[in-house]
């Protein structure tokens, strides 16, 4: 059927009325409709766009839910990296931090702090394209993030289009996204109910529920996103000169911001504010761990750039963990990926920074002596922002009698072998290579995000594989059928499909992350990027001297003995053989040319100048790191310069670079110039 004119009208009527009583309801909190009368209107336009498919635009309210879920997420990298922040604990390190960047300038300028909470959630991207919404992705890495668009469009208080009259052509906003206390709380009572694994804090279950496929789920965990900076393309929004004219731009965009943010002009006035909230905060309904200190002036904020990690013009002052008393019901041991074997006390139900804690690490066995911890026992546990809950203190003045010294077992809980305690080591481990407990945590880590990355191979799966003999090793996951898999408890045909499927679409993961998954101690994530970038092959890797190793820039002694050792150890000659056998690809692939076991020289005989401030890396960091890939840093720009590295405020070395037609790059490029081999 045409579209008349009178139905795209009122289409767009439809459309503006149902914007604006999402915007008073969700954003502002102050109702305009009746629920009902809002569910009339919706049910109508949804009929038409129903009727006039041609009609439906991306940022109508109708689009918010996806039809079908996404079978994946993609990977987005971010035009400016998300940084993280620099935290201080106390008011020294505060005012440390203002006497350092102070230091950096050569006069001390007229400045203001604009202090906002600190919202435990998520951070995420979104980018609108002429005031549409056009993606939305995931912090990530800080570089790396995945595209959620779908899940986003979910969120209420995130505008589908932007209400400002001239939007620039494309603004980036970033936010926290987050999930109010008592939805949280439903979430967990929910999963306590169907047996899946509780969600630690807030935080989690807000990333949790981001990366869900199915945005129908999103959408019923009622996130909620705080809006706090604000990127333009240059020139878009020159009357915006600083953090705070940000945040107003931002609400009048339609945004969701912070009301509890203040413009300080002193430290004393930051302190003021932070003491204020540590009351304050108990009584918000999402969770709060300390408050954002921002320099308000764009133009200092500039000045001051970046660390590797952290704007110099921001930090985090944090509340102190908190403490509540619980009662020690059980001491059991776990047993990880590398066979430590870890103290745990299972503790009466508590509640701590606004979580129910049940469990707390005792660390190690030394740790369980000097406390003399004991099943009955009255505890004092703490819990600090990422880390896992631990006690601080047993309350021995109200120790129950018959209690008896905890003794940290002498076998292995999970394969009955003996611990072994290493000499000058606190940790106390079980060296059995095919213990269940190092198998599981092996497979765990094989398969998580970071790593290989295989959908629907968790904690449960891994059990079943282990416990039915399928897996001894992760090279035998490659060799598992659908008849296998489908055989196992609670898996079917369908679930078993999915898991070959993802299990064979993982051989095309690069180099790098199965370098991670292998587990190799000390090699995090960001370790086995340096290391794969280094040592382009497995081969180059294993044939590397440790000194070799140890010269790789961001590689120290301990990380390069540990690769060292690993390289050698048979069983992990034979895994490696097999998974290439098996069609894994432990090598980026490369030209012919650099074969050799050197780290990769791709800006052999190439000259560079550094000029400005870079965005993450420091000078000598640059010059570190082309150095290492065999290229030259001089002083001063001449003819026979290759390339400009350009940071931020540069002067006259890059009018010379110009004038003499050199070619530019900024540290991303340079740093993807590597990368790429
Ligand atoms: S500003 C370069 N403001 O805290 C600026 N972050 O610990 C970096 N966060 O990754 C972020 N509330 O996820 C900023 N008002 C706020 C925030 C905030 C929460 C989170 C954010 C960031 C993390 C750093």
Known sequence: MTVTPKNKQKVAQLREQLQKAGYAYYVLDNPIMEDGVYDQLYRQLQDLE?????????????????????????????????????NAFNSEELAKWETRWQRQLEDIPEFAYVCELKIDGSAIALTYENGILVRGATRGDGVTGEEITQNIKTIRTIPLKLSIDHPPSRVEVRGEAFLP?????????????????????????????????????????????????????????????????????LQQMGFLVNPN?????????????????????????????????????YQLQQKLGFTQKFPRWAIALKYPAEEAPTIVRDIIVNVGRTGAVTPMAVMQPVQLAGTTVQR?????????????IRVGDTVIIRKAGEIIPEVVKVLTELRPS?????????????????????????????VNSSCPAILRGSIIHWASRNALDIRGLGERVAI??????????????????????????????????????????????????????????????????????????????????????EAVYGIGE?????????????????????????????????????????????????????????????????????????????????KKTDYLLLGENA???????????????????????????
């Not at 199965?514 to 090699?523: D, N, P, S, W």
């Open 402 to 430: 018959g209690t008896v010294t905890y003794q940290m077992p002498t076998i292995c809980p999970e394969c009955n072998s003996i611990l072994v305690r290493p000499k000058n080591e606190a940790v106390t481990r079980c």
């Open 651 to 677: 002067g006259s070395k890059l009018t010379k670079a110009e004038k003499l037609g050199i070619p530019q790059l900024s540290e991303t490029e340079l740093l993807d110039l590597i990368a790429e081999k």
């Open 181 to 249: 206390l008592d939805v949280f709380e439903e979430i967990n009572q929910e999963r306590t109910r169907l047996g899946e694994t509780l969600f630690a804090n807030p935080r989690n279950a807000a990333a949790g529920t981001l990366r869900q496929l199915d945005s129908k789920i999103v959408a019923q965990r009622k996130l909620n996103f705080f809006a706090y900076t604000l990127h333009s393309d240059e020139g878009a929004n020159e009357d915006i000169k600083s953090q705070w004219q940000s945040l107003e731009l």
């Open 464 to 549: 079943l594989l282990i416990e039915n003999n399928l897996v001894q090793s992760v090279d035998d996951l490659y060799s598992l059928t659908v008849k296998q898999i489908a055989n196992l408890e609670r898996m079917g045909t369908k679930s078993a499909e999915n898991l070959v499927r993802a299990i064979a679409e993982s051989k095309k993961q690069t180099y790098d992350r199965i370098l991670y998954g292998l587990g190799i101690r000390l090699v995090g994530s960001v370790n086995a990027n340096i290391l794969a970038k280094s040592f382009p092959s497995i081969e180059e890797l294993s044939q590397a001297s440790f000194e070799s190793i």
């Open 50 to 86: 129903q009727e006039y498919p041609e009609l439906i635009t991306p940022d109508s309210p109708t689009q918010r839910v996806g039809d079908k879920p996404a079978s994946q997420f993609t990977s987005v990298k971010h035009n400016i990296p998300l940084y993280s922040l620099e």
């Open 261 to 297: 943010r203040k413009l300080c002009q002193s430290l004393v006035e930051v302190e003021a504010y932070f003491q204020e909230w540590d009351t304050g905060r108990k009584n918000l309904p999402y969770m709060t761990d300390g408050v954002v200190v921002k320099l308000d002036d």
């Open 558 to 638: 301990e990380i390069a003995q540990s690769v060292f050792e690993w390289v050698r150890v048979p069983e992990n000659i034979a895994l490696i053989q097999n998974l290439q056998a098996a069609g894994l690809e432990l090598s980026y692939s490369m030209p012919a040319s650099n074969t050799s076991n050197q780290p990769n020289q791709i800006l052999s005989g190439k000259t560079f100048v550094i000029t400005g401030t870079l965005p993450s890396l420091q000078r000598n960091e640059a010059k570190k790191i082309i150095e290492q890939a065999g290229g030259k840093v001089t002083g001063s720009i001449s």
């Open 360 to 372: 707390a690490t005792l660390h190690n066995s030394d740790r369980v002596s000097e406390l003399d």
